[in-house]
């Protein structure tokens, strides 16, 4: 049962939980867990990675393809829909496996007639502009049906409609529905090819849609399957004629047929999970509460393009304007590294491609070099508007300052740049725009910093930290220190650089009207302030005056609130005169720079900064649960694991901000359970020398076993209580070091080893 998500019956309640729950998707697009007879009021979506538009004055977001999977079935005049009546039974199901959702109802029909559907989807991993349905029905009686099948254009949006001068029309017996977008004019064009041997078909042109009618005289107790074949291509792909191009895809899919396509997606996705599946013994649990964690992962990770990245909501719609965060860097790369270390890389390269946004977003603002979106779409401006938020008391805009205070961000995509770099080895990552990105953001920060001449000391004025609750903030510990890194790894690269590749080294410099030199960055990097653990209690305060503000308590801040949707940060939030934090920031800190800090400073700043944590953002639970781990108290993380792994299972998560819809899938969440169990429980780290393993089991665990890859070698890593044992894949060639619990051991390619661990485990 472990790689099946399922749930019986049928509630309205869920409809939206749901439609996140069951999503399926290739990276290309997401398709929505809704019913096949749904509309937009359910939030139907085929939500297309990296196309965005904007329609008048509303945010940019996203684009949702028309429906190609709409299918409504009446029988003998009857609507057969969960909406109209509640079925007699009703199943969800996704298969992880194989990426593939099912489900099978079965609705009371006229003259005590049991009508069954059964309808199985999956999103081609193999072909990604296809999706493939295939529907079956059974009734216990003779009857009529009437199936309207096809593409229904008439999508949910947030801020939409956003295609327009739609046409629909029949090409090579399929269905076509093409579309432009506002904005840039950019075409869209979804095409359904349908095997489907009984019955006599008409057409139904509507003004956004078009669809099949299907009669058929049924005969009780046989079977009828039809198969839809689905291609969306959008002004984004490299083809010349869209509708041409779906109209050949879903016309191949529909030679190859669905056995055939089935076959390849559970060939490729048998390949997903051999290099990413995490097995647990010991907790059920906790094992499918991870596995679909990295289900969802898999299912939006953008494997054949490094154009698009990863938004915060995944492709589950357009929430967060369907923007990229630093969540991507911090929370899922991780994850991909370790794993899949090319789709690390696309997502890495993504920042790359955005770098012009980056700079003009410097330039907006007055500073040198690259700051990126805090809400970054197709080109990197930002998305981020400076009222991000409306007060639920006045209904006013709030000027929040995500947007231009976040700028821990360009130094986040540096560390992901980095983190890619030292684990791979791949030098084509700096030569192919990397280095670029790190010297720019270098410079960003020289000219954003405050040289304090009276404390000979750089500091890092007025900025927002991961805790959004405390605005406008100086010195806020995890910011300068990532900014330290940042300082650290532009003067690494360009050393690099100029060793091994002068004429690269020569033109990123030679760029440069600004003047901003090596050695000032380097005096930056000397003399950059990052406040450090108070001598006597350890602490590290988040940012300047920190512990000047009230102490509250948790239960205290929330007795004072007065609308279940208020926001606690900005101008007049509960939260920022006092010490109550949104989400991990010191903690967050402590886990990127685990060596630098002792256990006990580590365990101090765990205890202080928990009970005032209110975790109102999904990225703040796996942090703690690390760092926990880190310091040997497995059962303090396992609750915030298990919160963690589950949050798109459960659906319990914020919907609201003020008036603002923040529901969806939570990669940054899903990344994080990976995090929390791989990094954190079996305590795996790499920092460019050798593979350190110092675990720290919950009690119920009995092993861990995980796949791993770095510096192109494949292991699988099996951790026990008692011991770790490790196989290195047979094809490869080089030792590898890896210290568990401090005891180093080296294994040769091809090998096995067993090492014996006695890891300090607090109690
Ligand atoms: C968090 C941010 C995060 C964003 C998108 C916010 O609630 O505070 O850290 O990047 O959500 O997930």
Wanted: glycine share 8%; aromatic share 12%.
């Amino acid at each position: 049962m472990s790689w099946i998500v399922r749930e019986d019956g049928f509630r309205k309640e869920r409809i939206t939980t749901n439609s996140n729950k069951f999503m399926i998707g290739n990276g290309y697009m997401g398709y929505r867990g809704t019913m096949e007879e749904f509309t937009k009021s359910e939030l139907t979506a085929t939500t297309l990675a990296g196309l965005y538009d904007k329609v008048g004055d509303k945010w940019r977001e996203p684009v949702n393809a028309p429906n190609g999977l709409f299918t409504r079935i009446q029988c003998d005049g009857s609507v057969l829909s969960v909406l109209e009546a509640e079925p007699l039974e009703h199943e969800q199901e996704l298969d992880m496996q194989h990426g593939l959702h099912r489900r099978k109802t079965t609705f009371s029909a006229k003259g005590d007639n049991r009508v069954t559907v059964l309808s199985e989807r999956f999103c081609s991993a193999e072909r990604l502009h296809l999706i493939v349905n295939r529907i079956t029905i059974h009734c216990s009686k003779d009857c009529e049906l009437l199936i309207t099948t096809g593409i229904d254009g008439d999508v949910w949006d947030i801020n939409g409609p956003h295609l327009e001068r739609m046409v629909g029309q029949v090409e090579d017996n399929c269905l076509v529905m093409k579309g432009w977008t506002h904005e840039l004019n950019q075409p869209v064009s979804v095409v359904e090819a349908i095997e489907c041997n009984f019955g006599e078909k008409t057409i139904i042109t509507e003004e956004q849609s078009i669809y099949r009618q299907i009669v058929v005289q049924y005969r009780a107790g046989e079977k009828y399957t039809f198969t839809k074949y689905v291609s969306v291509y959008t002004g984004m792909d490299e083809v010349e004629n869209i509708s041409l191009a779906a109209v050949q895809s879903s016309l191949e899919a529909l030679r190859v047929g669905y056995a055939q396509l089935f076959l390849e997606q559970a060939v490729i996705w048998n390949r997903k999970w051999e290099m990413s599946d995490v097995t647990i013994e010991g907790d059920k649990e906790a094992q499918h509460a991870l596995r679909y964690s990295m289900y969802q992962l898999h299912i939006i990770a953008p494997e054949q393009s490094e154009k698009v990245s990863i938004p915060a909501r995944g492709l589950s719609g357009q929430v967060y304007k369907g923007a990229v965060f630093w969540d991507t860097e911090m929370f899922m790369l991780p994850f991909f590294l370790y794993t899949q270390p090319e789709v690390a890389r696309n997502l890495m390269m993504y920042r790359v491609h955005t770098l012009d946004g980056a700079r003009r977003k410097a330039a907006e603002y007055g500073f040198e070099g690259a700051f990126y979106a805090w809400e970054s779409q197709e080109t990197g401006d930002d998305a981020c508007t400076l009222f991000n938020v409306n007060d639920v008391f006045t209904g006013r805009p709030m000027r929040t300052y995500f947007r231009d205070k976040q700028v821990h961000i360009s130094a986040d995509v540096v560390h992901g740049i980095w983190q890619y770099y030292t684990f791979t080895g791949d030098e084509s990552i700096l030569l192919d725009g990397g280095a670029e990105v790190i010297w720019e953001c270098a410079k960003f920060f020289y000219s954003y910093a405050y040289y304090n001449s009276r404390k000979e000391r750089y500091e890092v004025l007025d900025v927002t930290g991961p805790d959004e609750y405390h605005e406008r903030v100086n010195n806020n510990a995890f910011t300068n220190m990532l900014v330290k890194q940042t300082l650290f790894v532009t003067i690494e690269v360009m050393k690099y650089l100029q060793n091994k590749n002068p004429e690269r080294y020569e033109i990123i410099l030679s760029k440069e009207q600004d003047g901003i030199t090596l050695e000032q960055i380097s005096h930056m990097y000397d003399h950059l302030y990052v406040p450090q653990p108070d001598q006597d209690n350890k602490l590290i305060s988040q940012f300047d005056g920190y512990f000047k503000l009230e102490d509250v308590s948790l239960t205290e801040l929330k007795s004072r609130i007065m609308n279940k949707n208020e926001y606690l940060g900005g101008g007049n939030g509960l939260a920022t005169t006092t010490q109550i934090l949104k989400q991990a920031d010191v903690i967050l800190m402590l886990h990127l720079f685990k060596d630098r800090f002792d256990q006990e400073t580590k365990q101090a700043n765990w205890k202080f900064y928990e009970p005032r944590t209110e975790h109102g953002s999904s990225l703040s639970s796996c942090i703690y649960a690390l760092v926990a781990s880190d310091i040997g108290s497995p059962d303090w993380a396992y609750p915030y694991f298990m919160r963690t792994a589950t949050i798109d299972l459960t659906g319990e998560s914020k919907q609201y901000v003020g008036d603002l819809y923040i529901g969806g899938t939570h990669p940054a969440a899903n990344g994080g359970a990976w995090m929390a169990a791989v990094l954190g429980f079996a305590g795996l780290r790499y920092q460019g020398d050798d593979v350190i393993i110092s675990p720290a089991l919950p009690e119920k665990w009995t092993a861990i076993e995980f796949p791993l890859c770095v510096r192109g070698q494949s292991y699988k890593v099996c951790v026990s209580k008692e011991e770790v044992h490790i196989t290195s894949h047979i094809n490869n060639t080089n030792t590898m070091l890896f210290t568990i619990c401090g005891q180093s051991i080296t294994v040769p390619g091809g090998q096995e080893i067993t090492a014996p661990y006695n890891c300090i485990i607090q109690t």
